[in-house]
């Protein structure tokens, strides 16, 4: 679940701008002055939509299937969110884990001066990224 896609309704605002609202998540809206700024304030609100749908371990719908929609005289516009660039930009706190490694493998690590923290980190990044 890193990239996901949700449509979204785009609407002239009568004040000038768009406001944006999204089938699949009813709390969500936002606006934009233009439509470079309505489209990126639409991922930010879609973002948050989905981040505080998954803290409070609410279900996270499927897309709306957008030849069933009702765009009520707005325009379709899918958006796409990266939930791995989120949190990479609002969770790099770190975090302290306990792990068991066989004791020859600290000692020659240790002796090389290996940075454990570091070499955890990278190898993740690694693992994850594949994984995409």
Known sequence: MNK??????????EEGG?????????ECFTEGDDITQA???AVEALGLALVNR???KEEIPAPAEIDKLDL???TLVIVEFDMLEYQKR??????KKTL???AWL???ATAMGVNFSQVLREALMSKVNAGK
């Open 4 to 13: 996901l896609f949700y449509p979204a309704v785009f609407h002239k605002a």
């Open 18 to 26: 768009f406001w944006v609202s999204f089938p699949d998540f009813p």
């Open 39 to 41: 489209y990126e304030m």
């Open 54 to 56: 998954k803290e409070e």
């Open 72 to 74: 009520e005289d707005g």
């Open 90 to 95: 609002h969770n790099s706190r770190a975090v």
């Open 100 to 102: 068991s490694i066989p």
């Open 106 to 108: 600290n000692e020659e």
